[in-house]
């Protein structure tokens, strides 16, 4: 079958199975920064913005995205031109091996489109369904505030 | 502290903006054309001979491409231990056998145009064991009339250890310093408790996976998700029967592994697919696979005597180790080593013996997995410290202090004590462990609040606990740098270390940055791949700033060498006379840039290109040191442990990059306060683990972080590059004994077996 996606800001039409999980769609149109952690809703590696919001593509069927917009860790920002909370993951050390990092990005991007300005436990709690077993979460919680702090000053 | 230009500074990952990004290309990141989907049927039996498996059904099925079983494999018995060689784990493991050890033992692959189909096909196979009786407990493995597990011809041991897989012994050590038995008799007190630490798994957020395919003169290409590449490539090579020739591994972005992927674990399977088909192969772990089929903390059974004077004078140790490695031997020999060799140097004692038996049980394979063995031995020695400290009526702080290893001294025990063989003789160089003390308890506040009475319903406690580790493996492990020069300035640094997100190699490029004078941009990083980069054993020992940071310093030195050489052709002087500064070389007055001298050499006068390589094994092993401390709140009604606030100072030496070094802490500190709270495999009466998946196996997530407050203390060790010692493995040894000791502080009880969970500390809290 045919859906429309808009992924990324581009419409695209795609061919799909029924039952295909939105995770397998996205890594075989290429957008490989949609990590497999363990297939099902517990670590965060897959997570993309659907209309916005943070979900695990592994527990949603493509199927049910026709016409709704996604957005992947490669929408975010090049590394010439990077997202503050790209910048601010570099500058405060909160990647290490970078396979939890596209989906801790989206996440706490779905936060900051919530709440511009999140208190550190909001911080943990959005982050909560992203797993990381390298950083200890520290440096990855500072980076979030700087960035909320960053892009607070630019607006 | 000296003055660096690059070392030193907390710079941007050099693989970071590409992480960033999402473009950064981890193993399974790349589209293969005719890709086949490897499988594995595993074993439900924990110990089972395999009578007969029917694949007819399997193999006619549309899209299946290939069926595995033993009979379809050259019978060659190996280790799938990724450690130099002659490896010191013993020779037990096939790619597939006719009999299965353990529930997610393999018993045999298909390969098929989808992950479906090959699910499918696995359904078909009928597999007809004969079951036999199994070994679930470490302790009825050595017994006698004890079911044989290894029970095949092969089984060996390739170096001269003690191995009698008859008797399920997969490893034994034993190590005298002195008179145990004296030291114990002229104490003033004597404990001798019993310590017990549990199964868990590393949990790389990226499973195992591997894709082989064939280049287009037929060798064998495997890029797979390793910490070994070069041990890779020489197992592969042994396991298949082929050349190492003939195979090339490819190391690309590593999702993590914390020893996890020291293992040459998956290869083979789709290795032997791709020479049977000629097609490209990919086999992926799943994450319950990851937990029940790939490898985890070996789980020790401790007793620890010890004797104590009045003073706080230590008069004897006496460690005894019963290790379950699980059904195959991987680092079975080595880990146990370590229990010893990683915790007892750290106090002066002058009786010591210490006895570990490594035991085959019908239970998932232990492995390398950070802290290897040290881990166990401080959840032993950690809490025992503290009940001498206490049974003497001193403060933990003053008896650490008393008794830990000085500067200048030669600890027997390294000496003695190696990986699986003798050590070497040491004298500590730099030990920055005062300093971490001091300034670990004034951040947890120490003076204020151990020892103190408590109150209400949740009670608050500290702990803490002294630990040392190693910087490598002493004249075993070897790393090797090339660095050339382009001709803009630039070099290309290439290294068989291996960054499985460490950030290593960024800190090798910073070294290399530091000694050819460039900022970090002019050095672009190639880790790693057998065909491209020179030899290193690999991301392990904690080894990969110490030692392969020594042969990337070296190589940098000697392109240095050259870059001085042309340059002093070019100003007509000699090369004494020239030096290298901010990228530039100069003599008598005169400058001229990198690029220039580049260009001169590549194309002008004698041209040639200008490079650099280096080897370097170390001779000694300088152990960094650490003092961790833990808050706690113990919930009196339902044994509920939450760590407030966790303190870990460490000395690591320089610092190459701080920010790199502080998460590497970090990361090992959670990861073992996750350890010692709620990580735990859980197995039903006939060996199968119940809770495969991280629903039911819970690793901390951002909502459980305490406060994590780290402190590094510089020291400067002059046999690592720029003053630098180790730092990735320490941090995970401290968790178990700093919260059972905080346990103890809050509510008077200790915890002597992990996982501290509700429940264990509820039963010990009311005394059933």
């Known amino acids: 079958m045919i859906v429309n996606l808009n992924i990324n800001n581009q419409e695209r039409q795609v061919e799909i199975k029924p039952a295909e999980r939105l995770i397998d769609v996205l890594r075989r149109e290429g957008f490989f920064s949609v990590k497999e952690g363990c297939r099902k809703g517990n670590c965060g590696a897959c997570v993309v913005l659907l209309d916005g919001s943070p979900v695990n593509s592994c527990l949603i069927f493509a199927a049910r995205c026709e016409g709704r ?55 943990k709690k959005a982050l909560d369904g992203n797993l990381c077993r390298c950083t200890g979460y520290v440096k990855i919680i500072k980076a979030v505030q700087k960035a909320a702090e960053a892009i607070g000053k630019t607006r | 502290m000296k003055e660096f230009s690059t070392v030193g500074k907390s710079e941007w990952k050099v693989d970071g903006a590409s ?47 290939g069926v595995l079983t033993w009979e379809d494999l050259p019978r060659i018995v190996h280790t799938t231990a990724g450690q130099g060689a002659p490896e010191p784990s013993p020779y037990d493991s096939f790619l597939l056998d006719n009999k299965v050890r353990f529930v997610g033992d393999r018993v045999c692959a298909v390969a098929a145009e989808s992950p479906e189909i090959a699910e499918k096909a696995l359904s078909l196979i009928k597999v007809e064991y004969e079951i036999l009786p199994a070994i679930l407990d470490a302790r009825d493995a050595m017994k006698p009339g004890a079911p044989v597990i290894h029970d095949e011809k092969e089984a060996q041991q390739v ?110 399977i789709p290795a032997a697919f791709t020479l049977k088909t000629g097609r490209p192969v990919k086999l992926a772990y799943s994450r319950e696979e990851e937990f029940i089929s790939a490898r985890t903390r070996h789980p020790q059974i401790i007793r620890l005597r010890t004797g104590v004077k009045k003073n706080g004078d230590i008069t004897a140790i006496d460690l005894g180790v019963i290790m379950n490695t699980g059904a195959y031997g991987a680092h079975a020999l080595t880990v146990i080593c370590n229990t ?74 390294i000496q003695a004590l190696g990986e699986g063989r003798e050590g070497v003789e040491q004298s500590l160089a730099t030990c920055g462990l005062d300093e971490c003390i001091e300034r670990g308890a004034k951040e947890i506040g120490w003076a204020e609040k151990h020892g103190k009475p408590k109150e209400g319903a949740i009670k608050r406690g500290v702990g803490m606990v002294c630990l040392m580790q190693g910087s490598g493996i002493p004249e075993v492990d070897m790393g090797a740098a090339t660095i050339k020069m382009n001709e803009d300035g630039s070099f290309n640094l290439l290294i068989g270390a291996t960054d499985l997100g460490t950030g290593s190699d960024t800190v090798l490029a910073q070294i290399a940055a530091e000694v050819l004078t460039v900022p970090l941009g002019k050095i672009i990083v190639y880790s790693s791949d057998t065909d491209m980069t020179p030899f290193d054993v690999g991301a392990y020992a904690s080894s990969t700033t110490y030692l392969s940071g020594m042969a990337v310093k070296k190589a940098a030195e000697n392109v240095r060498d050259e870059i001085l050489s042309v340059a002093a052709q070019m100003f007509n002087v000699s090369k004494e006379e020239t030096t290298l500064r901010n990228g530039e070389a100069a003599a008598a007055g005169k400058k001229v840039s990198l690029s220039r001298i580049a260009h001169y050499s590549l194309y002008e006068r004698e041209q040639k290109q200008i490079m650099g390589m280096a080897s370097h094994i170390a001779h000694q092993s300088p152990p960094p040191f650490a003092a961790h401390f833990a808050e706690v709140a113990v919930c009196t009604e339902t044994g509920k442990v939450t760590v407030v606030k966790y303190v870990s100072a460490v000395d690591c030496g320089t610092a190459i990059n701080p ?87 809050a509510i008077g009880v200790r915890m002597r077996k992990s996982p501290f969970t509700p429940d264990r500390v509820l039963k010990a809290l009311k005394g059933f």
């Open chain 1, 69 to 123: 917009r996604i957005e992947t860790a490669e929408s975010l920002g090049s590394t010439e031109n990077l997202h503050p909370l790209q910048k601010a993951f570099l500058d405060e050390g909160a990647i290490q091996c970078g396979y939890c990092t596209p989906g801790m990005l989206l996440s706490a991007k779905g936060l900051l489109n919530e709440n511009p300005h999140p208190a550190e436990d909001d911080i």
């Open chain 2, 19 to 65: 992480l960033a990004t999402g473009r950064a290309a981890f193993t399974a990141d790349m589209d293969f054309r005719d890709l086949l989907h490897a499988r594995i049927l595993y074993s439900p039996h924990a110990h089972a001979r395999i009578i007969k498996i029917d694949t007819q059904k399997a193999k006619s099925l549309r899209g299946v491409h």
């Open chain 2, 159 to 268: 170096i001269h250890t003690p191995y009698d897989p008859s008797k399920n012994m997969a490893a034994h050590v034993e190590l005298n310093i002195g008179n145990v038995e004296g030291g114990l008799a002229e104490a003033d007190v004597a404990l001798d408790y019993e310590y017990e630490t549990h199964y868990a798994q590393h949990c790389p957020l990226e499973p195992h996976v591997a894709i082989t395919y064939l280049d287009e003169n037929g060798r064998l290409i495997i890029r797979t998700s390793t910490q070994v590449p070069f041990h890779a490539r020489r197992i592969i090579a042994q396991a298949l029967g082929i050349p190492v020739s003939r195979v090339r591994v490819i190391k690309p972005r590593i999702g993590g592994g914390f020893g996890a992927k020291q293992e040459v674990l998956i290869e083979g």
């Open chain 2, 340 to 413: 010893g060799s990683k915790t007892l140097p750290l106090f002066h004692c002058l009786n010591v013996r210490f006895v570990g038996d490594s035991v085959y049980t019908n239970l998932p394979v232990g492995g390398a997995y950070r802290g290897y063995g040290a881990t166990q031995g401080y959840a032993a020695i950690g809490i025992q410290m503290d009940e001498m400290a206490h049974a003497i009526g001193m403060d933990p702080i003053e008896f650490y202090k008393r008794n830990h290893i000085q500067v200048g001294e030669i600890s027997p025990i």
């Open chain 2, 659 to 745: 920010v790199l070094a502080e998460g590497q802490c970090e990361g090992a500190l959670l990861n073992g306060i996750s350890f010692a709270l709620t990580e735990e495999y859980l197995f039903d009466s006939r060996g199968r683990m119940l809770n495969p998946n991280f629903n039911y196996y819970k690793i901390f997530s951002a909502r459980d972080l305490p406060e994590i407050k780290t402190i590094l203390v510089p020291t400067f060790e002059n046999t690592g590059p720029f003053g630098a010692k180790s730092v990735s493995e320490i941090n995970i040894n401290g968790p178990i004994p700093a919260i059972s000791n905080a346990i103890f502080d």
